[in-house]
């Protein structure tokens, strides 16, 4: 069994090892994707317990799925990081919607149908989860769960192999090309905790409410109050009117 | 050992108990003590002692059954001459080698052995593959030799406690380069965090915030990161970074790039 495993991880690696060589920013997303056979790849960074946006996602559905689970706290990626085992969601319209109720309705509108999480992890050190969804409702073959579980280790050594040729203090040119690290969110949550005179974890708490209150994404929260459409100072969001920054 | 049966159980015994220590909050020495320990109660042996070489290749006495082992293995490091020492840098194990025939070999080790009551030595190199990391000493006060039995089930201990070793140091390495990913990260987010804050409390702009913020530790020669946290965290005040006055616009000057998301990155 643990022979098979390893031949399927040296297998599956020099597909990713081709990818790599090929080398656009997406690589890693874009061979998960091709090897497991469904829609689309996504890689969810996780330190600690925090999220800490995606490494890379393989295409537009899938990078909604990762901004719908930063915006919400909740979905495939997150479950299979922390309960560290792999998430089946057959079906988002359908069981998967009292599984993840913010998370989902908004994943299938965006495009997909079932979607995946495995846990991202090299020995007992855990890094973050892949995503993968299909655009069809179902569940995976037996040989895809298999092939889902060897590219999430993959993924593991290859973050760690990348990052340890980076200079201490800095991120690897190598996962920063694309990755999306939410930058913009994290300067919001700085703005908001100004506004309402919190600390950040409650100004992300306070952006998240908002966002789920408005029925718009985290980012989308965020770029409002970056531009100054959108402010916190009474305690919840109030949209600014635009005369006063013209 | 006469009693096949009884030994065989204290083998058992030993395997499960060395998986327990290599689960459990892992260390090094109380391994390698541990087994030095099992090798004399389970192997027909009086004494055994645990050599590992430093990152640097030097071999240390790391182990031993007791404080006469530790004394000759320190004394084998300083000479550079005997079982363990030998047996470490060729990667072969020594069997049995009577220490009264050793006296030309070792000159100066063997006397010291006999001394301490030893009649024969063996040495079992600790490696995997070509990686050998260390070695680990048997002694003897009879004459007769260690057995086939013993010599592979001390084989089979010092195996384990390689692979635990190696694993384990696999293991802190991935640790140590997954912290510094997530530190790498946590910069990131503070750096972001404090420029809108600043921009916020000073009323200016998101780029001109990340100016401040940036001149403010360049004058004082301070991570950018370290200064963003002390900002978020109330430790640095506000006018403090703003009495630096108006950073001269690296901008203009082509010093920032400009990030993905149309976030400032510092070059």
């Not at chain 1, 090892?17 to 997303?29: N, P």
């Not at chain 1, 089946?88 to 009292?98: A, C, H, K, V, Y």
């Not at chain 2, 006469?2 to 060395?18: H, M, N």
């Not at chain 2, 004394?75 to 005997?82: C, D, I, K, M, P």
Request: proline share 3%; charged share 25%; glycine share 10%.
């Amino acid at each position: 069994m643990i022979g098979a495993r390893r031949r399927r991880v040296e297998r599956l690696a020099t597909r990713i090892d081709a990818a790599r060589r090929a080398g656009d920013d997406g690589w890693l997303c874009g061979a998960c994707a091709d090897i497991s056979g469904l829609s689309g790849a996504g890689i969810m960074l996780m330190a600690g317990d925090v999220q800490r946006g995606s490494l890379c996602t393989s295409d537009g559905v899938s990078a909604a799925i990762e901004e719908l689970q930063f915006s919400f706290d909740e979905g495939p990626c997150l479950d299979a990081f922390r309960d560290d085992a792999p998430v089946i969601e057959p079906d988002l319209t359908g069981s998967g919607r009292s599984r993840w109720p913010s998370f989902a309705p908004r994943a299938a509108a965006a495009g997909a149908a079932a979607v995946f999480g495995f846990p991202i992890a090299v020995g007992v050190v855990r890094l973050g989860a892949l995503n993968l969804y299909r655009s069809t409702a179902g569940v995976l073959s037996g040989e895809q769960f298999e092939d889902c579980l060897a590219l999430a280790s993959i993924a593991g050594t290859t973050m760690i192999e990348l990052q340890a040729q980076a200079p201490e203090g800095t991120l690897a040119p190598g996962l920063e090309a694309g990755a999306n690290l939410e930058l913009r969110v994290h300067q919001a949550i700085g703005m908001v905790a100004a506004q309402a005179e919190v600390d950040v974890a409650n100004a992300l708490a306070m952006l998240r409410a908002h966002a789920l209150d408005d029925g718009q994404t985290l980012r989308s929260v965020a770029l409002d109050v970056v531009a100054r459409e959108l402010d916190f100072r009474d305690g919840r969001g109030i949209r600014q009117p635009r005369w006063r920054h013209e | 050992m006469s009693d096949v049966g009884s030994r065989e159980s204290s083998l058992v015994a030993t395997f499960v108990e060395l998986t327990d220590v290599l689960v459990d909050d892992f260390d090094v020495v109380e391994l390698l003590t541990y087994l030095a320990g099992r090798c004399v109660e389970v192997l027909g042996v009086d004494a055994a002692g645990m050599m590992l070489a430093s990152p640097t290749g030097t071999l240390q006495a790391v182990a031993s059954s007791s404080e006469a082992v530790r004394t000759l293995e320190l004394f084998e490091l300083q000479t550079r001459q005997g079982p363990c020492y030998e047996c470490f840098y060729n990667a072969t194990p020594l069997a049995n080698v009577s220490l009264s025939d050793a006296l030309e070999r070792w000159p100066d080790f063997a006397p010291l052995a006999l001394d301490a009551g030893f009649r024969s030595a063996t040495a079992l190199p600790m490696r995997v593959g070509n990686t050998t990391i260390g070695a680990m000493n048997l002694f003897r006060s009879a004459r007769a030799d260690l057995g086939v039995a013993d010599l592979i089930a001390a084989r089979a201990f010092a195996h384990v406690a390689t692979i635990g070793i190696l694993q384990h140091r696999a293991i802190e390495a991935v640790q140590v380069i997954n912290d510094q990913l997530s530190a790498a990260l946590e910069s990131r987010v503070l750096i972001e965090q404090a420029k809108g804050m600043l921009a916020e409390r000073a009323g200016v702009e998101v780029e001109e915030a990340f100016e401040r913020l940036r001149s403010f530790a360049r004058n004082r020669n301070r991570r950018l990161a370290q200064v963003a946290e002390g900002f978020i965290g109330g430790e640095l005040a506000l006018d403090e970074i703003l009495e630096d006055g108006p950073a001269r616009s690296a901008l203009r000057h082509g010093q920032v790039g400009e990030g993905r998301d149309g976030t400032l990155v510092d070059p």
